[in-house]
Nanobody
Framework: VQLQASGGGLVQAGGSLRLSCAASGRTNSNYAMGWFRQAPGKEREFVAAISWRGSVANYKDSVKGRFTISRDNAKNTLYLQMNSLKPEHTAVYYC?????????????????WGPGTLVTVSS
């Protein structure tokens, strides 16, 4: 599966962005998808994930209630709606395909990575 993320950019604190991740290639497999991020000087960290059918989502505690992950399997696209953004949300955001259909808990659960999209939140 090949992934292409988009929707990143520069936004002021308090603003919103919606990231998209289009999947192509072997998209007929059932798999969970998710988002990770890597801030400057920090390790890549889990942000959110969603099961194949979209019935189960899990989030990093600090983004709960602020970020919403969703997917449209008919369009082979994953989304991350980010609201009330803060400067500490600045990072490169990566979409990921899971090894299983049920979910992603960390990098070990990922089979494919997208190239990333930069989100910059100014204060």
């Amino acid at each position: 599966v090949q992934l292409q993320a988009s929707g990143g950019g520069l936004v002021q604190a308090g603003g919103s962005l919606r990231l998209s991740c289009a999947a192509s290639g072997r998209t007929n497999s059932n798999y969970a998808m998710g988002w990770f991020r890597q801030a400057p000087g920090k390790e890549r960290e889990f942000v959110a994930a969603i099961s194949w059918r979209g019935s189960v989502a899990n989030y990093k505690d600090s983004v709960k209630g602020r970020f919403t992950i969703s997917r449209d399997n008919a369009k082979n696209t994953l989304y991350l709606q980010m609201n009330s953004l803060k400067p500490e949300h600045t990072a490169v955001y990566y979409c990921a395909v899971g090894r299983r259909s049920s979910g992603i808990a960390g990098p070990d659960d990922v089979s494919s990575w997208g190239p990333g999209t930069l989100v910059t939140v100014s204060s």
